[in-house]
Each structure stands twice: as C-alpha cells, then as structure tokens.
C-alpha cells in the first residue's frame, strides 16, 4: 500500500502545476478576448461618432450650399419682366415672329388713406382736402350732374320739384320754402333753413342753423343741381355763438388741422355735417331722376 501512495503524492506537484499551466492559459485566452471585445466596442463606438459627425458635415455642407446659391441668385439674377407680344409694324403674308417688348412695372398702389403730404388720414378722406368746391365768385358751392335715364326736361322737372317741396317739410325745418320756379325752363330754386345737428342726447343738444339754396337746373336727360350761399347761426344770442358764410367756417384753412388729415376740433364739426348733408340731398334726387 506504501509503495502505491508513495508513487501518488510524488506525482500531485507535476498535476497540480500542470493544471495551474491550463488555467494560466485559460486565463490569458478569457483575459485576451475580453481585451479584443473592449477594443470591437470602443472601436464601434468611434465609427458611430465618425459616422454621425459626417453626417452632420454633409447637412452643413448641404445648407452652406443652398444658401450660397441663394445669395447668388440675388446677387446676379434680376426679376424677369412681364412681356407683351408687339405685333409687326409692317403687313405680312403668311406666318411672322411677334416682338417681344418688356412692360413697364406697374406702380406700386397707395394705401386708401394715404395722403399726398405722406401723412396718414385719420378720418374718411371724403372730409379731407378736395372736399370744397368753389363757384366763379370764389365762394363755396357744391354741385351735382347727372343723366336721368333718357327722361324729358318736363319728367326730371316734377320728379325734382315734388322731393324740394318735401325737403322743406322735414322735421329739422326752420323756415324752408320753394322760392322760385320757372316752368317753361324748369328751374326751381328753394331757400333752405333748418337746423343741421352736430350732436344730441337726453341733456344736450348742440346743433347749428343752416341756410342755404338749393338750385335746381333741367334739362332732357340732365340734372343739375347746386347749394351755394351757405350761412351757420350757431348759439344766437350767447358768447360763443357766431354767424358766418360757408368760407369763414367749413373752407381747409379753418376746419382741418395743420396736417391737413384731420377734422379741426371747433369747426371740424360743420364741416362733416354739411357735406353729409350735401351728399344726402344728391344722393337721393340723383336715385330719383334715375328710376
């Protein structure tokens, strides 16, 4: 039995460094790969950053390239013009090549309420300059012209002289009346007094008396009609009434602000009234002899 253990224990320290060689290897081999796999990763890791990195090269690239073509066009290259085909100058036989000839660029158009002082209105610019129209005399007078739909002198005149005689019976009337009437002309002619209201409520009424005439002149197919000699009594009897003509009063000078875009604040008001009053009496005779 000796003689078999001695054998064995003699043999223990060869298979234990022989097995400690394997491991060893074992180790080095698992210690190798593991090397190799660290290096495949960060390796990976790299192409993916080189790959995004090139990625965002080709996008700036791409930009950069857009935007210098862009610039370029603007730069060198110019709107082309609308062409308007020109017909030859001399007669022809057969087919022929029209001429091209470049448009001229239409203006660009003004806002609405754009003035030509370059000042912006701050009103309707029926107020504003252009408003008041004068006679001969240099005194303020509105007129109207219009057809009348192929009606006779003697049909415009009964049309015209039935709406004048009711328009000195409407409810701001003072002391109204058809002053004048020519029949075989047909003229007629009202001297017009009524109130003209700026403004009313339960405690206030401002408001102004208004006179003028009203002239109506006809002929076959023709209307024309004038209010001239306008006078305001505003306030009678107190200190800040007055009693003036139409040109110390509505005229650009007086009823509209240094800019010429506004109403002016005291006399801007018979300004408005009286050319909607204006454009009222023509509008309405006007749809009248038109019927």
């Known amino acids: 039995m000796k003689k078999i253990i001695i054998p064995i224990f003699m043999l223990l320290p060869l298979m234990t460094a022989q097995a400690q060689t394997v491991l060893t290897e074992e180790q080095q ?9 660290e290096a495949a990763k960060k390796a990976l890791e790299v192409a993916k950053i080189k790959a995004q990195a090139a990625k965002l090269k080709a996008q700036a690239d791409s930009i950069n390239a857009a935007s210098a073509k862009a610039e370029a066009k603007k730069a060198h290259a110019t709107e082309p013009e609308p062409v308007v085909v020109k017909e030859p100058t001399t007669s022809t036989t057969g087919w022929a090549i029209p001429v091209a000839v470049a448009a001229k660029p239409k203006e660009a158009a003004k806002p609405a309420n754009k003035l030509a002082n370059g000042t912006t209105a701050k009103v309707d610019m029926k107020y504003l300059a252009g408003a008041i129209t004068y006679n001969d005399e240099n005194k303020i ?54 109130w003209l209201v700026f403004s009313q409520s339960f405690i206030s009424l401002d408001r102004t008396e208004f006179k003028y005439q009203l002239i109506a002149r006809i002929s076959d197919n023709h209307l024309n009609l004038s209010l001239c000699r306008i ?25 509209l602000n240094k800019k010429q875009n506004d109403l002016a604040k005291i006399f ?17 005779l006007a749809a009248l002899v038109k019927q």
């Open 29 to 37: 081999q698992l210690e190798q790969a593991q090397k190799q796999l």
């Open 141 to 194: 007078e509105f007129t109207l012209d219009t057809d009348a739909n192929g009606k006779t002198a003697k049909q415009i005149y009964d049309i015209v002289l039935k709406y004048m005689s009711e328009l000195t019976q409407n409810e701001q009337n003072i002391a109204s009346r058809v002053a004048l009437v020519n029949d075989a002309e047909h003229v007629i002619a009202n001297t017009m007094d009524e």
């Open 231 to 255: 006078i305001y009594n505003y306030e009678e009897g107190r200190s800040t009434g007055f009693k003036e003509p139409a040109e110390e009063v509505i005229s650009d000078k007086i009823a």
């Open 268 to 284: 801007g008001k018979f300004r408005r009234c009286t050319i909607d009053r204006k454009d009222q009496i023509f509008a309405e």
